[in-house]
């Protein structure tokens, strides 16, 4: 597939903080057939990017002393043009800023908010670094959304932030879901998720990755460490499973065509 067309508010990338490097990296190249290259540890503090069939998909990152008592957790990075605007932007909309906007040297410039909702989300203005390389197909990032129990007010955080144009996908009290874009086009989505996630579970952004055959790589992710958080389950948009690596972070399984090529 051609590199993904990443306009400013877009989805641009996600990476693992993990406590376990090594396990990560044996975990991911397994499932999805990753290879992975090491940064420099004084530039970029040993940071890990993944690649499959030689293109960059995600990166991997050891998390440090002073927050081991965090969950390990996979997080999404939208594309900003300009990233003290966005920051600022976050600020304004009822956002907090947990990490200013920080240059990353020939990179690119990142910053980690919380959302209106709580929901930790990245921003990542482009340098030599210009997102992923390769997604929508197996062993990539096919979706992201986010799982929100504040769903009126993450809408406008984005739309007011990042400058999504949202559609409404659905607007029942059974199924609210709010999509960046539209139908084949759609980019991201955001959910309402304050019926059923438990009170000590925050929102977050979800990140979902393509396979061939969820109930085989599930069978396979259990070999080699994960947890079963939801079963296969056939939904309007695929065949899909919850899961967490063998360190505890959550991830998303979605069946899709091999469109590779």
């Known amino acids: ?79 900003a043009a300009d990233i003290n605007a966005v920051t600022e932007a976050a600020r304004a909309n009822g956002g907090q800023v947990f990490l200013e906007p920080m240059d990353v040297p020939e990179q690119g410039w990142m910053a980690m908010y919380g959302d209106s909702s709580g929901a930790a989300v990245g921003a990542w203005q482009f340098g030599n670094h210009q997102g992923y390389e390769l997604s929508g197909e197996p062993g990539t990032v096919v979706w992201l959304d986010l799982q929100s129990k504040d769903y009126r007010s993450a809408v406008e955080f984005y739309e007011r932030v990042f400058g999504w144009e949202t559609v409404v ?16 086009d759609a980019k991201a989505g955001i959910m309402d998720a304050s019926g059923y ?55 998303k399984l979605n069946q899709v065509e091999n469109q590779a090529g």
Not at 235 to 247: F, K
């Open 197 to 251: 996630l438990p009170e000590e579970v925050p929102s977050s952004w979800q990140v979902y990755f393509g396979v061939d055959n969820v109930d085989a790589t599930v069978e396979q992710a259990v070999s080699l460490g994960a947890t079963v958080i939801e079963a296969p389950v056939d939904t309007p948009y695929g065949r899909m499973a919850t899961l967490t690596d063998p360190t505890g972070a959550l991830f």
């Open 1 to 79: 597939m051609p590199k993904p067309d990443i306009t400013p508010g877009d989805p641009c990338w996600v990476d693992l903080m993990t406590s376990d490097t090594e396990k990560a990296k044996e975990f991911y190249g397994a499932l999805f057939g990753w290879t992975f290259q090491t940064g420099d540890q004084e530039l970029y503090g040993g940071y890990i990017t993944a690649s499959k069939d030689g293109k960059t998909v995600a990166g991997i990152m050891q998390k440090q002393q002073d927050m081991a008592q965090m969950p390990d957790v996979w997080s999404t990075y939208l594309r």
């Open 169 to 184: 996908e659905s607007d029942t009290p059974e199924f609210r879901y709010t999509t960046l874009g539209s139908g084949d």
